[in-house]
């Protein structure tokens, strides 16, 4: 079986960088986000601000869909889950971590990105190209599963600096079972 990822390509301004790092982040949406030392959640802000402009929201971090945290820990993407899968889907999938998370190892991509009334969604996985951040196996298996068992859109979104590349789409990641 064979899973296809698109991977996006997005650029930022070296002032952008610099200036998330000094501190001003009012722009971001996403409290968490916003709140992360250094350089760190820039390339989630790049991502979450290019999906703005096409009318989605997004969380970065503060959900769970495969049941790794306790109901009620991130209410907000709770909601957004139900109203999008319905509870008994929503619940359903939830028991996948408790049963196999320990024996192949996934994790859950950096953002969700749903449109404000829930009617879609969809995950992804973003790699800075400055930081020399790669793909593990554990986010691929995650953005797969995602992709099968909940029938989700996913993408892999690298963020390089103006210059360094163009914008657009990338080649997919094939992931082979």
Not at 16 to 38: A, H, V
């Amino acid at each position: 079986m064979k899973v296809s990822i698109p991977t996006r390509i997005l650029t930022y301004k070296r002032n952008e960088l610099i200036s998330w790092i000094d501190g001003n982040r009012e722009e971001c949406k996403d409290s968490y986000c916003s709140k992360l030392p250094g350089s760190r959640g820039f390339g989630e802000y790049i991502a979450g601000r290019y999906y703005e402009t096409l009318g989605y929201e997004w969380i970065h971090h503060n959900y769970n869909l495969f049941g790794g945290n306790k109901l009620g820990k991130y209410p907000k993407a709770e909601s957004i889950f139900r109203k999008h899968f319905g509870d008994e889907r929503y619940e359903k999938g939830r028991g996948f971590y408790p049963a196999f998370s320990p024996f192949i190892g996934i994790e859950e991509p950096d953002l969700l990105v749903y449109k404000p009334d829930s009617s879609e969604i969809f995950f992804a996985e973003c790699k800075r190209q400055d930081t020399k951040d790669k793909l593990r196996n554990q986010q691929v298996k995650g953005l797969a599963l995602l992709k099968l068992l909940y029938e989700c859109p996913v993408e892999v979104v690298e963020i390089v600096e103006e210059g360094s590349g163009q914008a657009g789409m990338g080649e997919p990641l094939i992931w082979k079972f």
